[in-house]
Structures are given as C-alpha cells and as structure tokens.
Nanobody
Framework: QVQLVESGGGLVQAGGSLRLSCGAS????????MGWFRQAPGKEREFVAD????????KYADSVKGRFTISADYAKNTVYLQMNSLKPEDAAVYYC?????????????????WGQGTQVTVSS
C-alpha cells in the first residue's frame, strides 16, 4: 500500500506560480512511477505530467509543456509539480498518483494509488 497526500494548492493570479507537493508513505516510494493529473469542473480527469521511478524520464501534456516541471526527492518520499506562468485554464483539482508501470502513464487506469487532490484556482 502507498498513501499519497497532496499539498500546495491555492489561489494565484494568472502568470503566477505554485509548487504542489505529494508526500508518499507505505511501500518503497522509489519503485513507483508518479504522475500528476487534474480535473476541472464538468471535465474528465486529464494527464499533466509523469516521472519514471528513479527520476530518469519525465513526460508532460502539451498544454503544460515548458511551464510545469515534475521532480522527485526520494530521500523525502515526495514528488513535486512546479507550475509557472499559470493560466485560468490550469484551474482544477490536482491529483498525484503512483504506478507500478513505466509505460502508458498518461492513462489514469495505469495508476494504483491516488491522493485526495488539492485545489488550484487561477484568477484572470
């Protein structure tokens, strides 16, 4: 079992930055790939970014590429999502998730564990 807890959400003006954190406990964190997803009201949950266990590879949704950065601190069992140049369309509940897999991580079904989510609101 892996327990995930997100933090760092809040209200920010367009163009601003936020850093989300996801703390993990339970089974060895470093053996899981980690992902961030988001879900806006009335929309489906969508992939944002992932990082393969060990931090050797990352991928991003086209909509956030160049603005968001995913990283992991295995000593702290924490994965981060640095979000810069935020836009109103980035507003959503952001979820982190852990996966046993190293491929297909843009698909939510590939994840075994999910956090409860943290709200990000971007004012225009």
């Amino acid at each position: 079992q892996v327990q995930l807890v997100e933090s760092g959400g809040g209200l920010v003006q367009a163009g601003g930055s936020l850093r989300l954190s996801c703390g993990a406990s339970g089974r060895t964190f470093s053996t899981y790939s980690m992902g961030w997803f988001r879900q806006a009201p009335g929309k489906e949950r969508e992939f944002v970014a992932d990082i393969i266990w060990g931090g050797e590879s990352t991928k991003y949704a086209d909509s956030v590429k160049g603005r968001f950065t995913i990283s992991a601190d295995y000593a702290k069992n924490t994965v981060y999502l640095q979000m810069n140049s935020l836009k109103p369309e980035d507003a959503a509940v952001y979820y982190c998730a852990a996966s046993r897999y190293v491929g297909g991580l843009a698909l939510s079904g590939r994840y075994d564990y999910w956090g409860q989510g943290t709200q990000v609101t971007v004012s225009s």
